[in-house]
Each structure stands twice: as C-alpha cells, then as structure tokens.
C-alpha cells in the first residue's frame, strides 16, 4: 500500500502507510528509452548494496542497450559473472537476474552493453509501499444500515452512496448518469491485488487483463492477482473508487461502466513492490491493451532513488523503461503524490525509512536528484489529495510544478462531510465482499484515473499525452488558500505556490468527471 508522501513507511505494505511523489529532472534525464550513460561514466557515490551483501541471494536488474546481439552478448555474460537470468524484457532491454555473488553487480557493469546494474533490495530473496495514510476503518452492519437508509431517499443512487461524498466532490454522480465510461477502456489497479469476488468489482472485472508479477515474471493462473490476506485490502479498496458498478449493491465508483483489472506487484513474504514486479505489471499492462494505470505506492526498497547511487540509479533505468514502454504502446499512468506533508520542489528532504526491507538510515535528499519510482517518472501524472472542503489534505505532499493534479483522498482532521457516517475518509469496498474507509494519496490517484477513464470513453483516439492534458484542462482550477494553518496554531503547515491555474497544491486543479463527460 502507498506511504504517506512524507512519506513515511510502515514496515510492511501489510502495515504501514507508504507514499509517492513527483519528477522535475528526471524529465531532462529520461527522453528516451535508454537515457542513462554508460556504467562507466555513473561514478558511484555510495558503496553497491551487492557489495555489502555478502553471501546472501539477491534479486537485480540488468538494463542494456536495446538491440538483439548485446542483449544475447549480455545475457551470457551473466553466468560468468555469478547471476542466473530470471525473466529478460527484451524489447527494453531490462534483464531481471538473481545471484549471491557478492561483486555481481561491479563485474556485470563492466560488459559491453550494459548500461546500469543494480540490486532492487537490500535484504536476501527468501524461499515484498503504497500511499494510505492509517489503517482500514471496516463499515459496520449498523452503520451501513444508517447509511442505506439515507441513500434510499435520492433516486438511482447506491445503497451506501450518501457517505460518498468524494463523487459529489468532482460531479462523479452527474457523470453517471451522462456517460458512465466505456466498456472498451480499461483501468488496471497495480497493486497489493484485487478481490475480483467482490459483488460491486466482479461487473467489471478484466480477468483477461490480470496476472501476478511478483518476482518480475507474470503469472496468469486464475485468481494469482488476488490478495494475499485480507490485511492485503489497499488494491481491492482502489478498483473500488474507479469502477464499483452501479448495480444496486454497496457503493458507486467514478467510472462505474468502464473495466478494471488487477496486476498484483507484492513480495509474498513482506508484502513490498519491488523494482522487477513494477517492471513487468508495465510491460504486462501494455502488452494487453491497458489504457490506464493506477500506481498508489512507491516502488521498494528507497523512497528516494537516488542517481548518485548505482543501485537506485538502476532501479531508476529500469521502472523508466517499462512505464515509457507502456506510454508508447498507449497507456496513460497516474501515481500518488504521497503522504509526507513534503514539498516535492524543495532544495533537501529527509528520508528516515528508507531502505524499508532492511534497517532504515536517515539521510537528506534532493528531490530533483533523489526520485520517488514511479511518481517523478515523465509522463506520469502526479495527483494529490483534497478533503470535502477541497482544501488539499494534512498528509498529502506537494510542489510546484510537481503535482499536476489534485483529488479527493480524504482528511479526517479537518475535513469533516456532513454525511451519515460523517467520515472525512473514502468509502470503498474491501476483500470478501466489506466496506470500509482509507484515506490518502492512494485514494486521491485512483478517482484522478476513474477522471481519466471517462475522458478516455469520451475522446477514444486520444494518446497518453492528449489524455494528460485533457485531464488537466478539464480539472477545476484551485487557488492557493490564503492561509494553510490547518490546526489553528499560528504556523503554516505547508507552503503553496503558484497562481490559480498551477500551483504546488493542486497542480492544475481538481479533477471533474462531470466536465469530463459533457
């Protein structure tokens, strides 16, 4: 599940809060598929991880040059070198390999071909971040109860609709009853896994379009993309806000006649997203006609990847590859901005958790040197979070020419609906057929891609980019609060700035599904 993009990290997807961010310099660094230099010219700042990690089998990724001779040429080096070749995606030139030797990744940068090696962890493979902010709050029999009773008294909605009021917020309701989105588009949760069971998920569910990529090789076999434990409920919650069917059951999400598919991204053991899974759910997505992805987590095991380091640089190398693969093959992908309450577009931050599989070491990073994967990535959009005050959220991170657009994510502080529950969080659904409330990033990015489903029915033949920028256009633009002393205590507790059609809060506004539709 995503960290709060402070972010700060629970110790495990299963237990923690997770956020993401998003990418300034990156976009200068990554106009093509293999935009890194040369191993040779990356200088090492820090020592290697595979350095440290003597003796123990670790996972790594290998990225070379795209052609078919360097990647057999590489593809045999890598035996000698001590590696075993997992899964080789070819057409980007990303090769995912295990080894326990301690020098693999120094002897691998030096063969002809390679342009960045890394390894994608820190802790030994054994035989898994996302971006919501708090632990799950289960809809009780009464409360649901107390809810239905109020949503009956508005035609055509939902049985818990009234608590939604994150699709008043955006016109989601109207947008409905318009154009509920296209059967042809889908939106793939990438994810902790989605419980395709579920009464309001199983309408528009794209079994087709599912796999598991844990390890970085899919796994089709039905039912593999479904959530390990029930604790696993970050990615069933998310395919909930963007395509709960409205079909008389529970809740509605934004786009509630388009399809959703799951690709499940989780180590099984510790429940992270690891580089080589992130890597394949991209080329997987758009190999099988995805339009749209959600990424509500930051990709293990830095929250920073940081260029100066030959490790994170490859992570970097690697996940840039596979999500410019999928913008190509036709797949806008959005991402959440994070939870930390941390301006995106500073000069220095600092990051106490990472790296999160291993022990954490505090350390200030450069935001426009030190990427959150995939968030900062180019082409990616970045989405923040609002409350039903469509003020952005305590939690929900920031920067100026960073965030591109905002959404609601909730704000249990100081956002309070008037609604039954009068739960500033969202309602959405939860493994074995719940509801229940989350609030974050995370949930902000999913209703910005249920926006972007509607945009995607309504101007079918639009690109990736042509998509972004309706996106944009069609958000409702937001000033900056004149004040953002969110406690009453005298101090700013963020800093907005920007004018009213783009500014460090709300990106170019708040998205709108009605004016998406019309």
Not at 12 to 32: G, H, K, M, N, Q
Not at 43 to 58: F, G
Not at 109 to 116: A, D, E, L, Y
Not at 182 to 210: L, M, W, Y
Request: glycine share 8%.
């Amino acid at each position: 599940m995503s960290q709060p993009r402070s972010r700060r990290s629970r110790r495990s997807i299963r237990s923690r809060d997770r956020l993401a961010l998003a990418v300034p310099v990156v976009l200068s660094l990554t106009a093509s598929l293999g935009f890194l230099p040369s191993a040779a010219s990356a200088a090492p700042a820090t020592e290697s991880v595979a350095q440290a990690a003597d003796a123990t089998n670790l996972s790594y990724v290998v990225n070379t040059k795209v052609d078919h001779r360097t990647i057999a040429s590489v593809k045999k080096a890598i035996p000698a070198a001590g590696g075993t070749v997992v899964i080789a995606y070819e057409k980007i030139g990303v090769i995912v390999v295990h080894s326990s030797a301690p020098d693999f990744a120094q002897k691998i940068r030096k063969v002809r071909g390679v342009q960045s090696a890394g390894a994608t962890r820190t802790s030994p493979l054994t035989p898994a971040g996302t971006t919501d902010e708090g632990a799950v709050q289960v809809l009780s029999d009464a409360q649901a109860a107390k809810v239905a009773k109020t949503s009956a008294a508005t035609p055509d909605s939902e049985p818990l609709e009234a608590d939604q009021w994150d699709l008043r917020a955006i016109g989601a309701d109207k947008a409905a009853k318009i154009n509920p989105g296209s059967r042809k588009v889908t939106v793939a949760v990438i994810d902790t896994g989605v419980d395709d069971t579920h009464p309001d998920i199983a309408p528009n569910f794209s079994a087709a379009q599912s796999a598991n990529c844990d390890g970085g090789v899919p796994d089709t076999t039905a039912g593999a993309w479904r959530p390990y434990t029930a604790d696993d409920y970050h990615g069933t919650h998310v395919a909930g806000e963007i395509a709960a069917a409205r079909n008389g059951v529970g809740v509605a999400g934004v786009a509630p006649g388009v399809k959703v598919s799951a690709i499940n991204v989780t180590d099984r053991s510790n429940g992270l997203f690891y580089p080589e899974s992130v890597v394949c759910a991209f080329v997987f997505a758009a190999d099988h006609g995805v339009e749209i992805t959600n990424n509500s987590y930051y990709v293990d095991p830095w929250l920073y990847n940081c260029m100066d380091d030959p490790d994170q640089r490859a992570i970097v190398d690697s996940v840039n590859r596979a999500q410019l693969y999928a913008q190509h093959k036709g797949t806008l992908s959005l991402a959440s901005a994070g939870n930390s309450n941390h301006d995106l577009d500073s000069d220095a931050i600092v990051d106490a958790s990472s790296p999160d599989d291993s022990t954490a070491v505090e350390r200030t990073v450069d935001p426009h040197e030190c990427f959150d994967v995939p968030t900062q990535l180019p082409g990616v959009v970045t989405v923040s979070a609002t409350g039903v005050k469509n003020v952005k959220s305590y939690y929900s991170s920031y920067g100026k020419g960073v965030i591109d657009v905002a959404a609601p994510g909730g704000d249990r502080l100081y956002q309070i609906p008037d609604t039954p529950s009068q739960n500033g969080r969202i309602l959405s659904t939860l493994p074995n057929g719940g509801y229940g409330f989350l609030q974050g990033t995370s949930m902000a990015s999913p209703h910005a891609a249920g926006v972007a489903a509607l945009l995607k029915s309504t101007h079918p033949k639009a690109s990736p980019a042509q998509l972004q920028a309706l996106l944009k256009a069609q958000a409702d633009a937001t000033s900056c609060p004149a004040s953002y002393d969110q406690n009453g205590d005298g101090t700013q507790d963020a800093v907005c700035e920007g004018g009213t059609r783009a500014n460090g809060f709300y990106g170019f506004g708040i998205v709108n599904a009605l004016r998406a539709v019309k």
